[in-house]
């Protein structure tokens, strides 16, 4: 079981940057994959960056590749999502979640949710 604790959401302005924070409770956080997803008002949830346990396989989705960076702290059982060059599109809610092992890009593959953290750039 796995528990996990979004931080880090706010209101910025077009072009500025935020970072985002999961933290995770338990002891085996290297073994669990994790991702960032993200859902829009009237919109589905999707899927924005993953890590695998180790770091060593890093996904984005198209929309972010080169403006957000995921990364992990295994010692302090946290993941981050570093988000730069922010546009109004980027508005959603964030949500981390965890699943085991291999890092995937796909919602229904992740086991575990945090509650999420509003972000809200304006233009």
């Known amino acids: 079981q796995v528990q996990l604790v979004e931080s880090g959401g706010g209101l910025v302005q077009a072009g500025g940057s935020l970072r985002l924070a999961c933290a995770a409770s338990?002891?085996?956080?290297?073994?669990?994959?994790m991702g960032w997803f993200r859902q829009a008002p009237g919109k589905e949830r999707e899927f924005v960056a993953a890590i695998s346990g180790s770091g060593g396989r890093i996904y984005y989705a198209d929309s972010v590749e080169g403006r957000f960076t995921i990364s992990r702290d295994n010692a302090k059982n946290t993941v981050y999502l570093q988000m730069n060059s922010l546009k109004p599109e980027d508005t959603a809610v964030y949500y981390c979640?965890?699943?085991?092992?291999?890092?995937?890009?796909?919602?229904?593959?992740?086991?575990?949710w945090g509650q999420g953290t509003q972000v809200t750039v304006s233009s």
């Open positions: 979640a965890a699943r085991d092992f291999i890092a995937t890009q796909i919602r229904h593959d992740y086991k575990y």
């Open positions: 338990g002891r085996t956080f290297s073994r669990y994959a």
